[in-house]
């Protein structure tokens, strides 16, 4: 179970790993599109830990969708209005919960992927984040499915996620600015899916704590 404290910390972690990888998310940007990805993505990310501050005693569906506006006014460029959507997208399936178990977190994945999808008119085997996404939902929801506790499904999703940033070094762009290079951009691994890579790593890593 993630009760509010946990998903605070969780939230709040996610965004110090990612203003963490910042040089790493541009570097990988910088070989296949225009260096931007971490500075994006931390400069949003430390919007967010910001209003965190305001929103201890809100729940969860006004905390991600807060997160959500945060994403879309400030990370900019494709992955800002594509992290906007999946966030406001999960603020819409948590209701007014308590704590979030594995059962939601499946029904958060689905419309996050729905959402990125939809958003991005993109889907797997595009080299974009979805291919990290979609892999971790798979996994956790099929180690769900096997009786595994979140701690072990969520454990699942990060080893699929990995697999899954490796597997964008393999295939071509088809969506986004990495996609101007066609071939070029086999090879290299995609910034999107790397910081897709660092948030789920960080949901495992605080709930297996
Ligand atoms: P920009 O490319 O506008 O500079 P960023 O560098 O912040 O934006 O984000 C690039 C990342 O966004 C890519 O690595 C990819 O994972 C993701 N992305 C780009 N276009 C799409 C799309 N249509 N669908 C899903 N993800 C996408
Ligand atoms: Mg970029
Ligand atoms: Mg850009």
Known sequence: MIDKT???????????NIILNKDLLNELDMAIGDSDHGS?????????????ETLKDSDYQTILKTIAMTLISTVGGASGPLYGTAFLKASSVVGDREVLDSNDLIKIYE?????????????????????????AYEAFKSSVESGKDLKEASKQ??????????????????????SFLGDRSIGHQDPGATSSHIIIKTISDIVNN
């Open 6 to 16: 946990m998903f605070l910390e969780i939230i709040n972690k996610i965004a110090d």
């Open 111 to 135: 419309v996050v992927i729905d959402g990125i999808k939809q958003r991005g008119k993109s889907d797997k085997g595009d080299k974009t984040m979805l291919d990290c996404i979609i892999p």
């Open 40 to 52: 994006n993505m931390a400069r949003g990310f430390s919007e967010v830990k910001k209003k965190l």
């Open 157 to 178: 999703a990060e080893q699929a996620a990995t697999e899954g940033v490796e597997y964008t070094k393999t295939i071509k762009a088809l969506k986004g600015r990495a």
